[in-house]
């Protein structure tokens, strides 16, 4: 199961852990929630854990079209 | 004919409507400019020209004004009837229609400044049109990865904003879209900053911020033109405009205000925080859920296993195998009586045996003398003792034929007492 949606996977999540606090599953329905539960609890820790901080200032190049640049937190335009 | 009654007044000097109009058109252009007149506005109108027409009058007199296209852009509030203005500009003279106007350079309502009628006026109009209405809001995304920035590259606001992701150690994209935050165009650059980013597939959110500042500082962001970018944006937006106290017409727009670009830092990058706490709630609620499943399920399977039915069926189970010890236990008694009984029965039939094979072989013996006996009797031996003799041939054959021997053949004969040979004659 692929959650490409960091949204969605967090609603299945909680869904999931409502139905099994509910506690009328049956074992193997269960397990099998618990399982899946367990899978999108991981996907969404790595989703959090995944970026990296990045700045960056879009700037005109010479042709006038807007290009990324790193971006100097001191507010000194960039080379 | 008139010019003969004319002559009559030799001195008079005659002017031409257009020259008298001209005339008073420079004494009055001269004597009137960079005037200051206050008034009531009334009759205001706009046709598609874009310049504006209308009445400037007080209880006792009236005039005509006319404030140009070009003019009216740079006011910020919409003069309207019934208005208390301050107009500033110069009398001139409409040749064709031999009228004076006002032309109006610049107006200011009297009472409420300029802006914050303007301010208001926008705010009411806007918000007639539904553009602050709640099902307009966007929510915000639960885990942004970049974010658009709309701000100055060197203003504060984008330093407090990094500073605070700095502090909170937060995984964030930024990308700047550098504008003016004050100053001509630069409602302009903020609209376009807002559009751009809303063609990137980028971004997840953006922020429209700049730091404090006067009614006038913040004024780009109480045009129409960043309201209705805000509003028209896809992505959701967070105004963060000023401080605390500073409400702009983009904060009404906005899905979301925050109050300083420090709050909205802290908006943005307080989600994730949230969220991995709500994770990790998430997960151990499962383990919990799971754990507390299992156990009641041990628990009823305990249960069913100590109830009437498996109980009864146990002590049945252990009488039989009681019962089964016990006869276990007799039938080993029981095994040496039963072997002695087998012994016992064993010796008796080999004794029998014995008696059996000792008498069976006592008859062979005697059968076996009656038997030599009369063997005896038949011994060629017994024969030859009643003087009988046997003839035997070359080959050691009994000659019972006298043919069967040759003349001269050497033959044997035994008697009695032994053998000797002899040759037929």
């Given at each position: 199961m692929?959650?490409?949606?960091?949204?969605?996977?967090?609603?299945?999540?909680?869904?999931?852990?409502?139905?099994?606090?509910?506690g009328e599953l049956a074992l193997e329905k269960a397990l099998k929630?618990?399982?899946?539960?367990?899978k999108i609890s991981r996907f969404c820790s790595t989703k959090l854990d995944e970026a990296e901080r990045k700045v960056e200032i879009l700037l005109k190049d010479k042709k006038g079209e807007l290009t990324e640049k790193a971006f100097q937190p001191e507010g000194e335009p960039s080379a | 004919?008139?010019?003969?009654?004319?002559?009559?007044?030799?001195?008079?000097?005659?002017?031409?409507?257009?020259?008298?109009?001209?005339?008073?058109?420079?004494?009055?252009?001269?004597?009137?400019?960079?005037?200051?007149?206050?008034?009531?506005?009334?009759?205001?109108?706009?046709?598609?020209?874009?310049?504006?027409?209308?009445?400037?009058?007080?209880?006792?007199?009236?005039?005509?004004?006319?404030?140009?296209?070009?003019?009216?852009?740079?006011?910020?509030?919409?003069?309207?009837?019934?208005?208390?203005?301050?107009?500033?500009g110069s009398l001139s003279v409409y040749p064709p229609r031999g009228e004076f106007q006002l032309v109006v350079e610049f107006m200011e309502p009297v009472g409420p400044g300029a802006l914050q009628l303007a301010f208001d006026q926008l705010k009411s109009r806007l918000k007639s049109e539904g553009l602050f209405e709640e099902v307009h809001k966007k929510s915000l995304p639960l885990l942004p990865s970049k974010i658009g920035i709309v701000t100055s590259s060197t203003g504060a606001a984008i330093q407090d904003i990094l500073r605070v992701l700095s502090r909170r150690n937060d995984r964030l994209n930024i990308l700047i879209f550098p504008t003016k935050v004050q100053g001509t165009g630069s409602a302009q650059q903020v609209a376009r900053?807002?559009?751009?980013?809303?063609?990137?597939?980028?971004?997840?959110?953006?922020?429209?911020?700049?730091?404090?500042?006067?009614?006038?500082?913040?004024?780009?962001?109480?045009?129409?033109?960043?309201?209705?970018?805000?509003?028209?944006?896809?992505?959701?937006?967070?105004?963060?405009?000023?401080?605390?106290?500073?409400?702009?017409?983009?904060?009404?727009?906005?899905?979301?205000?925050?109050?300083?670009?420090?709050?909205?830092?802290?908006?943005?990058?307080?989600?994730?925080?949230?969220?991995?706490?709500?994770?990790?709630?998430?997960?151990?609620?499962?383990?919990?859920?799971?754990?507390?499943?299992?156990?009641?399920?041990?628990?009823?399977?305990?249960?069913l296993a100590s109830s009437r039915a498996f109980v009864d069926a146990e002590s049945k189970l252990r009488f039989f195998l009681q019962r089964l010890d016990e006869l276990q236990a007799?039938?080993?008694?029981?095994?040496?009586?039963?072997?002695?009984?087998?012994?016992?029965?064993?010796?008796?039939?080999?004794?029998?045996?014995?008696?059996?094979?000792?008498?069976?072989?006592?008859?062979?013996k005697h059968a076996l003398t009656t038997l030599s006996t009369q063997l005896q009797a038949f011994s060629p031996l017994a024969v030859l003792e009643r003087g009988y003799a046997i003839v035997t041939g070359?080959?050691?054959?009994?000659?019972?034929?006298?043919?069967?021997?040759?003349?001269g053949d050497t033959i044997g004969i035994r008697v009695e007492r032994g053998e000797f040979r002899a040759k037929k004659i």
């Open positions: 692929e959650y490409k949606d960091f949204e969605n996977a967090l609603a299945r999540l909680e869904s999931i852990v409502g139905e099994l606090e509910e929630l618990f399982e899946e539960g367990i | 004919m008139q010019q003969q009654e004319f002559k009559m007044f030799e001195e008079r000097k005659i002017l031409s409507v257009s020259q008298i109009v001209n005339d008073v058109k420079v004494q009055l252009e001269t004597q009137f400019q960079d005037i200051w007149v206050r008034g009531e506005i009334s009759n205001f109108k706009t046709p598609s020209s874009g310049h504006s027409y209308f009445t400037l009058k007080d209880s006792d007199a009236q005039v005509r004004a006319v404030c140009f296209r070009m003019q009216r852009r740079l006011l910020k509030f919409r003069p309207q009837d019934g208005m208390d203005v301050i107009v500033h900053g807002i559009h751009y980013f809303n063609t990137r597939e980028d971004i997840d959110v953006i922020i429209v911020t700049r730091g404090g500042g006067s009614l006038e500082d913040l004024w780009a962001f109480n045009e129409e033109e960043v309201a209705r970018a805000i509003f028209d944006s896809d992505l959701p937006v967070i105004s963060a405009v000023g401080h605390q106290v500073d409400f702009t017409i983009a904060d009404f727009v906005a899905d979301l205000r925050a109050p300083t670009p420090s709050a909205a830092a802290e908006i943005v990058s307080g989600t994730r925080e949230d969220l991995c706490n709500r994770v990790e709630g998430l997960h151990q609620r499962s383990v919990q859920a799971i754990q507390l499943c299992l156990k009641d399920k041990r628990e009823k399977l305990r249960k007799r039938l080993i008694q029981t095994i040496p009586s039963l072997i002695r009984g087998t012994r016992q029965k064993f010796t008796q039939q080999e004794q029998s045996l014995g008696q059996q094979i000792h008498f069976y072989l006592k008859n062979k070359k080959d050691r054959e009994i000659v019972r034929d006298p043919d069967h021997v040759e003349k």
